[in-house]
């Protein structure tokens, strides 16, 4: 990010004092206006709820309203930076739930570290909300809070940076795919990074039929066995390296068809790019920098690049996920987000991009087009019908 965008920020920031606001959907203008709204009339409307608990989707704002949830440990490229820190991006996001979705969203910022305390709170708040989004949690403790919300509640619960990474990650391969002439059954892929977001895409890369899939952390390749893995690493390392090969990224890189970088900055070299096959596809989406520069991805020999950039053509950004999914889920009245609506998803936004339109700089649409998220929210809402993945079902 240059300088001048970030001062530019800081001052609109400023200025803006807040991304979001509330606003009322109803004319409180006379005294029967707010008879309706408010005293005396609205008790007609609580003692409905009273008797029969899924009427506040009907009758309140319940059933469009996702809440962005953090407890500020993993914000952007940023980490640790508590939940007040964080409030910005959660405001955004916010801001393209509306946008994008037409979804009405605000921050939920926790002051809390806890796994418990955090899954507690969230659900002493659920009855508020018809969906749940997680944002910005570390890991190990987000798969935990997600597994556990997703049992224990009956409104959809999705961890952004998880799955909603996962997504538009595989939206773009399976294009990226497309134009090298590739199956995604055949072709050797290295995740890089074994937090929330490598290991939700290394899982779902071999749900949708990727066999031969290694990840890495900062010591190197995961596998079953290995000292100094987390619980949520130690798990994963059962599903891949089946040999052990105990190497580094570059050992793994080594006649790779795909790199996809989840980590930290400027740890892909070009000598490692060049050693990756022919029409090799290189994603490293690691913000604000980079695991290599585009620039000398090109040079070393990548054939597809996409990075987390704007700055750059492929850019690989869960917006364009996010609103559509919800929107879809909310519509279906689902109770969850399983595998097949997440499938649909980025089968959907892949299906935005024509072969007439397909290219090296164009393998994903572009976050402001309002057809990917019409097209993500039908996908899933279809997808979760046909899974049984509705409320009563």
């Known amino acids: 990010m240059n300088d001048s965008i970030k001062k530019r920020s800081l001052e609109s920031h400023a200025k803006w004092r807040g991304k979001i606001e509330s606003k009322p959907r109803v004319s409180v203008e ?3 206006d707010l008879s309706l ?3 005396p009339g609205v008790a007609s409307a609580c003692m409905a709820i009273h008797e029969d608990v899924n009427k506040s989707f009907e009758l309140t704002r319940r059933w469009n309203t996702v809440p962005v949830i953090t407890d500020g440990t993993a914000v952007l490229g940023l980490g640790d930076i508590g939940p007040e820190a964080g409030l910005p991006v959660m405001e955004g996001k916010s801001v393209l739930f509306k946008t994008f979705g037409d979804i009405d969203s605000y921050p939920l ?6 796994t418990e305390e955090i899954i507690k709170t969230i659900k002493l708040f659920a009855g508020s909300w018809g969906g749940i989004n997680l944002e910005d949690i570390a890991s190990p403790r ?4 997600e597994r556990r919300l997703k049992e224990e509640l009956d409104i959809p619960v999705f961890h952004d940076d998880q799955h909603g990474t ?25 995740v890089n990074g074994a937090g929330a977001a490598g290991i939700s895409i290394f899982r779902f890369l071999k749900t949708f039929g990727a066999k031969n899939v290694y990840i890495c952390d900062l010591k190197g390749l995961l596998y079953e066995g290995k000292e100094g893995l987390n619980p949520a690493q130690a798990e994963v390392a059962k599903e891949t390296n089946p040999e052990k090969m105990d190497g580094t990224l570059a050992d793994a890189l080594k006649g790779a068809d795909v790199f996809i970088g989840v980590s930290g900055p400027h740890c892909v070299t070009k000598e490692m790019v060049a050693s990756m096959a022919p029409k090799s596809i290189v994603f490293p989406l690691a913000n604000p920098i980079p695991e290599i520069e585009p620039e000398d991805a090109k040079e070393a020999g990548a054939y597809i690049i996409g990075t987390g950039s704007s700055e ?12 559509g999914l919800f929107r879809g889920a909310i ?13 649909a998803a980025a089968e959907g936004i892949a299906s935005c991009v024509k072969d007439e339109e397909l290219s090296k700089d164009y393998i994903l649409p572009f976050a402001y087009d ?7 929210a039908k996908a899933v809402k279809d997808a979760a019908i046909a899974s049984h993945a509705l409320k009563g079902e």
């Not at 996962?166 to 050797?188: P, S």
């Not at 750059?312 to 609103?323: A, G, M, S």
Request: charged letters at 25%; hydrophobic letters at 45%.
């Open 30 to 32: 006379t005294k029967e």
């Open 37 to 39: 709204a408010y005293t």
């Open 109 to 114: 910022c926790i002051h809390s570290k806890d």
């Open 142 to 145: 987000c798969f935990e809070i």
């Open 166 to 190: 996962a997504i538009v990650t595989l939206a773009g391969l399976i294009n990226a795919l497309r134009l090298v002439d590739k199956k995604i059954d055949e072709v050797k892929i290295v």
């Open 312 to 323: 750059y053509p492929n850019q690989i950004n869960n917006v364009l996920v996010f609103p």
């Open 331 to 343: 519509d279906a009245n689902a109770r969850t987000v399983n595998d097949e609506m997440m499938i």
């Open 370 to 376: 309002r057809r990917v998220h019409a097209c993500v």
